[in-house]
């Protein structure tokens, strides 16, 4: 169990400066053509959707190291586990926003009659497929933490078929098989 929370730890620390970058590159993004006008990321429901997502998982991130401090906060793993759950599944719908809005500007879509822009507005696109990058690279440490974090609440659990006193127990103790295995 010890052994997971140094890499808990740091993938906790990698979040806050990739959803930090990807939302200062996302928030900070505009760019004006003396032709078609000026083009900021507000214009664009799904990059302000990205936008937001950050600056929550971020914040959580934050949060959750500031009280893995306390120790009796390990009596919320399963609060942790459905919070990491939720950041991942937020991460995952921003990107998906935001990568379809990328799309659109990137190829346009004829059956609408919609053109591309980044001909037009390149560094706007470009700021903006690193932004998409960092929000990926966050994505991916909040998947693994949410691995790490169903990993711990699950080994707290009995397996199927172990037949004992608290059979659906999933007590914060150690689990009964390991106990069971060490008393053998």
Not at 104 to 111: E, K, P, S, T, V
């Amino acid at each position: 169990m010890a052994a997971m929370k140094l890499p808990e730890l740091a993938l906790r620390l990698c979040v806050i400066p990739l959803a930090v970058a990807s939302l200062w590159e996302m928030a900070t993004n505009r760019q004006a053509d003396d032709t078609y006008g000026e083009v900021k990321f507000s214009d664009l429901s799904g990059f302000n959707y990205l936008v937001g997502i950050n600056a929550v998982t971020a914040a959580y991130a934050v949060a959750s190291i500031l009280l893995s401090s306390f120790k009796s906060f390990g009596q919320y793993d399963w609060l942790v586990l459905i919070l990491d759950q939720t950041s991942a599944y937020l991460l995952v719908t921003s990107a998906s926003a935001a990568a379809e809005v990328l799309q659109l500007a990137r190829h346009g879509d004829r059956d609408v009659s919609w053109g591309e822009v980044c001909s037009y507005f390149g560094r706007f696109c470009g700021k903006a497929t690193v932004s998409l990058a960092l929000h990926i690279a966050a994505l991916a440490c909040f998947v693994a933490l949410s691995l790490v974090s169903a990993s711990r609440v699950f080994t707290k659990c009995h397996p199927p078929g172990v037949v004992s006193s608290a059979a659906a127990d999933c007590s914060d103790s150690e689990p009964k098989h390991a106990a069971q295995e060490q008393g053998k």
